[in-house]
T-cell receptor, first 116, second 113 residues
Framework: DQQVKQNSPSLSVQEGRISILNCDYT??????FLWYKKYPAEGPTFLIS?????DKNEDGRFTVFLNKSAKHLSLHIVPSQPGDSAVYFC???????????????FGTGTRLQVTL | NAGVTQTPKFRILKIGQSMTLQCTQD?????MYWYRQDPGMGLKLIYY???????DKGEVPNGYNVSRSTTEDFPLRLELAAPSQTSVYFC????????????FGQGTRLTVV
């Protein structure tokens, strides 16, 4: 049972345009969502996150939107750059109170290719 | 600042052999995790620890053991390697508290033949 779904295995975007990566989840107990970026032969690196009490979080070129009623989040990258080419994982946790482990549930990833 | 360090980076095991994947972090994080990633899949949680001496099972713990004798180290033990354990293994650490993020090591690519 896939609780976090990334239905697009790949996405190709031209340099300078917007990249939109989507993620759906089914578990209503998830209260914190993260996006990780992964290059080949490296570990995932944290990109941006959002708490369930917010609907938008922005960090430079990266913005994450959360629609709780639809159980959907998206990552927007504007403008896209060739260095953004990587696999992007959506992850979720139902931590609840502070002091508990995050125990992330990951999606299967979307491979983004930014072309010149 | 080294962050999370995993050794070895690559390993080939024969069926039935055992090995320990090492993980150490220098950020004084309380929480540590082991995940595995199979081809085309997301990462799945094997075991986690909320502090020295405390460990618990994740989603896919069968065939693995862990220990946490210090804050820095969280080794993962495979006792009887099986082909189903062929995967890339990632260790992660996290400060803990509300809305914190996990930091991952580079991974260990393990092949069981």
């Amino acid at each position: 049972d896939q609780q976090v779904k990334q239905n697009s295995p790949s996405l190709s975007v031209q340099e300078g345009r917007i990249s939109i990566l989507n993620c759906d989840y089914t578990n209503s107990m998830f209260d914190y969502f993260l996006w990780y970026k992964k290059y080949p032969a490296e570990g995932p690196t944290f990109l941006i996150s959002i708490s369930s009490i917010k609907d938008k979080n922005e960090d430079g070129r990266f913005t994450v939107f959360l629609n709780k009623s639809a159980k959907h989040l998206s990552l927007h990258i504007v403008p896209s750059q060739p260095g953004d080419s990587a696999v992007y994982f959506c992850a979720a946790s139902g931590r609840g109170l502070a002091g508990t482990a995050s125990k992330l549930t990951f999606g299967t990833g979307t491979r983004l290719q930014v072309t010149l | 600042n080294a962050g999370v360090t995993q050794t070895p980076k690559f390993r080939i095991l024969k069926i039935g052999q055992s090995m320990t994947l090492q993980c150490t972090q220098d950020m004084n994080h309380n929480y540590m995790y082991w995940y595995r990633q199979d081809p085309g899949m997301g990462l799945k949680l094997i075991y986690y620890s909320v502090g020295a001496g405390i460990t618990d099972k994740g989603e896919v713990p069968n065939g693995y053991n862990v220990s946490r004798s210090t804050t820095e180290d969280f080794p993962l033990r495979l006792e009887l390697a099986a082909p189903s354990q062929t995967s890339v293994y990632f260790c992660a650490s996290e400060r803990g508290g509300m809305n914190t993020e996990a930091f991952f090591g580079q991974g260990t690519r393990l092949t069981v033949v």
